[in-house]
């Protein structure tokens, strides 16, 4: 039997160590879609220095995108560059053939804004963080 350590402050080859094990398990269960994983990135350029100082993350897996990151800068909110990064996160997902979008919010970020996009709730967690919900949404592609 295996030793459990508790590791305080995760180091990265641990953390490695687990998905890759993980990954191998998956697609072993699911050889359709062995080579459809990847990251991508839209990154916002702050105009005077180059420096990224917002944009959306996300991961493409299974056939579908999630949406792990996003983040637009009090400089540009207000002006649909959360929308554009929204929309070439479906432009690329349809490119990777994804069946849809999934991603979670925090009741104090944005879940109308996601909803005003298509986006509908197919989960909640209330109370996380206390005096908040977590959802979670997700839109088909057609």
């Not at 991603?103 to 986006?119: E, I």
């Amino acid at each position: 039997m295996s030793e459990i350590v508790y590791e305080a402050e995760l180091r990265p080859e641990s953390r490695q160590a687990v998905v890759d094990g993980l990954v191998a398990f998956n697609r072993s269960q699911t050889p359709g879609f062995a080579g459809q994983f990847g990251t991508i990135g839209l990154m916002l350029r702050h105009p005077e220095t180059g420096a990224t100082d917002g944009g959306l993350t996300a991961r493409i897996g299974f056939g579908w995108m999630f949406v792990e990151l996003l983040f637009v800068p009090e400089r540009l909110r207000g002006q649909g560059v959360g929308r554009q990064l929204m929309e070439q996160a479906e432009v690329v997902a349809r490119q990777h053939d994804c069946t849809g979008i999934w991603l979670d919010t925090f009741s104090f970020q944005a879940p109308g804004f996601y909803a005003k996009l298509g986006y509908s709730v197919f989960g909640e967690i209330a109370n996380y963080p206390p005096g908040h919900s977590r959802y979670f949404l997700h839109k088909h592609l057609s």
